[in-house]
């Protein structure tokens, strides 16, 4: 399975964007990049997923490198409900599992 | 719209016991994932449920056991449990043709004695 890296935790101010990375240098054509958030005592909440393009929706933004080879998870204006352990997935094509790793942990400084 | 809701919330039991742990999917949605995560660490895939019948599985013994019903609910059960099955069970459900989108409850945390 391609595997991702992600930073074990970051800060971030208060109403700022935050930007979240992800490497993914063994990433396949056929694998898409999920992003999942698990905010403390609950489960994990989807966020946003891609394959070559960049994404939006209400929740982020999703920045695919052009080789693919990296990802960035884009929180335009963070919040104190953004404090989380935010995960990048890969996921191939015809594979139905979500196999999780440890996660960035983002703290949300007021 | 209902969203994947589970019970118990939180269950002891002692080593060598079973334990059977409920799940209700979202509204609409026929596909069911099972993770196991221990504390301080990602979740972890225990298997997926398609119509009735078992549709992947991940790294856990065959005592970690599945059930589907037609309403698309689910159940795990473990048997003989041990100490090292203490965690939160998470339940996701999702669209089969939108597996990546899988939104999910708010678990049981298991605590084995």
């Known amino acids: 399975d391609a595997k991702t890296t992600q930073p074990n935790s970051m800060e971030s101010n208060e109403e700022e964007p935050v930007h979240l990375p992800c490497n993914h240098s063994?990433?396949?054509?056929?694998?898409?990049i999920h992003w999942y958030r698990q905010l403390p005592s609950q489960g994990p909440e989807y966020v946003i997923h891609?394959?070559?393009s960049n994404v939006n929706n209400r929740m982020a933004s999703l920045a695919i490198a052009e080789d693919r080879k990296s990802s960035t998870l884009i929180l335009h204006r963070a919040t104190l409900r953004d404090a989380a352990v935010y995960y990048c997935i890969l996921r191939p094509r015809r594979d139905d599992k979500i196999i999780f790793g440890k996660g960035t942990r983002l703290h949300i400084l007021p | 719209e209902t969203g994947v809701t589970q019970s118990p919330t939180h269950l002891i039991k002692t080593r060598g016991q079973q334990v059977t742990l409920r799940c209700s999917s979202q509204?609409?949605?026929?596909?069911v994932s099972w993770y196991q995560q221990a504390l301080g660490q990602g979740p972890q895939f225990i298997f997926q449920?398609?119509?009735?019948?078992?549709?992947g599985r991940g790294n856990f013994p065959p005592r970690f056991s599945g059930l589907q019903f037609p309403n698309y609910s689910s159940e795990l059960n473990v048997n003989a449990l041990e100490l090292d099955d203490s965690a939160l069970y998470l339940c996701?459900?999702?669209?089969?043709?939108?597996?990546?989108?899988?939104?999910f409850g708010p678990g049981t945390r298991l605590t084995v004695t």
């Open positions: 996701a459900s999702s669209y089969r043709d939108r597996v990546g989108e899988q939104y």
């Open positions: 509204s609409g949605h026929n596909t």
């Open positions: 063994t990433i396949s054509g056929t694998d898409y």
């Open positions: 449920y398609y119509r009735e019948e078992e549709n």
């Open positions: 891609g394959l070559t």
